[in-house]
């Protein structure tokens, strides 16, 4: 169906600015004498099922540090990027309430041991009594049950000083593992209280891709013969493992893959960095229909902007090409080649003054 005017200028107007690009001198290259340069006969071939989705880097090992005593932040220890050992001081929440509170516990074990020590001696003394038959059973019994209840006391009274010891000690938040600080959340001053995120850190150096998969393709992917991740520095790499978490969200019907990443290629990533995920092929597949693949180095790119030299007679003819899914060192052609069609193997060459085909 031909084009609108509109697209046809854009169109046009898009493939001029490739042309001129292309030909623009790049130094003394522009003045090398005429080459002749390498060409390929355009095929088709059967293309496997592939697609391709955005996804992010996220840090496998991650810890959201929290507060868990109310208080003012008195002290914030480190800022994103900083390193910490497992242990090292985080950030530090004004205790004066704890140690209140444990002051209050450490009083009422002193009191609960003083009338524990009051009903022992009062029990014994009743006992003694009663065996000289100077008092009755049911004086007997209303002493040893005020001994047990003191007995209760006591270890009621050493449970609230253990908790408050328990709170004091989490007026200091620690780092758990070595890691790095992703985030801050809060300043100096900030009002702290339980469940409030202080930080987060994350262990370098392990990373993993995680994209949301449309549920109607949740079936091809799980059975996709193989499957890259496209780092941010171009790299494609095959993931460690892969792993479909077993539930679908029920506002945008996507269920989250994660493909753990190997180390060794993970060196100097961070965590956020945009990544492209294929998934490719499909086990035990009938092979997809004949489509057109060219090298991806024959694909001349300027900004948004993809064509190839395609050989004319005895000259070259830049030609804007729409692209499909990447598989290798292939990538599909959706539009603007024929099957048969010659073009430059090296699209930089072809672009030099004087430049003929082979």
């Known amino acids: 169906m031909p084009l609108p005017h509109s697209s046809r200028f854009r ?7 490739l ?17 002749a340069v390498p060409t390929l006969v355009v095929g088709s071939a059967a293309a496997r099922t592939a697609f391709e989705l955005d996804g992010a880097l996220q840090a496998s090992v991650q810890s959201t540090l929290a507060a868990q005593v109310p208080g003012n ?20 929440i004004d205790e004066r309430d704890v140690q209140a509170a444990f002051a209050r516990a450490d009083a009422g ?99 993993r891709a995680v994209v949301q998969l449309p549920a109607s393709q949740a079936a091809a992917a799980r059975g996709a013969a193989q499957v890259e991740v496209q780092l941010p520095d171009g790299r494609w790499v095959e993931p460690a493992s892969r792993v479909e978490l077993p539930g679908a969200d029920a506002v945008s019907q996507t269920v989250e893959w994660r493909f753990e990443l190997p180390p060794a290629v993970t060196a100097g990533l961070l965590p956020g960095a945009a990544v492209r995920v ?18 991806a180095g024959a694909v001349l790119r300027r900004g ?12 070259w003819q830049l030609k804007a090409v729409r692209l499909g899914a990447r598989q290798g060192d292939s990538v599909e052609v959706l539009a603007g080649l024929k099957a048969g069609e010659r073009i430059a193997l090296d699209p930089v060459r072809a672009g030099l003054v004087g430049a003929a085909p082979q």
């Open 109 to 207: 074990v002193a009191q609960a041991q003083a009338e524990l020590r009051n009903a022992r001696v009062g029990a014994e003394r009743t006992r003694e009594l009663r065996r000289q038959g100077f008092v009755s059973q049911a004086a007997l019994d209303t002493a040893e049950t005020q001994l047990q209840g003191a007995q209760a006391g006591m270890r009621q009274a050493e449970a609230a000083r253990a908790q408050a010891a328990l709170a004091r000690g989490h007026a200091g938040v620690t780092a758990p593992f070595d890691a790095v600080v992703l985030a801050t959340h809060v300043e100096p001053g900030d009002l702290a209280a339980p469940g409030r995120p202080l930080a987060t850190v994350y262990v370098p150096g392990r990373l």
């Open 278 to 295: 294929r998934f490719a092929g499909a086990a035990g597949a009938a092979p997809g229909p004949q489509r057109l693949a060219i090298p």
């Open 73 to 92: 932040v008195v002290a914030l220890a480190v800022k994103a990027g900083d390193r910490v050992r497992a242990g090292q001081a985080v950030a530090r």
């Open 11 to 17: 169109a046009a107007a898009a493939l001029a600015t």
């Open 19 to 35: 042309a001129w690009f292309a030909a623009t001198p790049v130094g003394a290259a522009a003045a090398q004498a005429a080459a």
């Open 304 to 315: 948004e902007l993809t064509a190839v030299y395609a050989a004319q007679g005895g000259a």
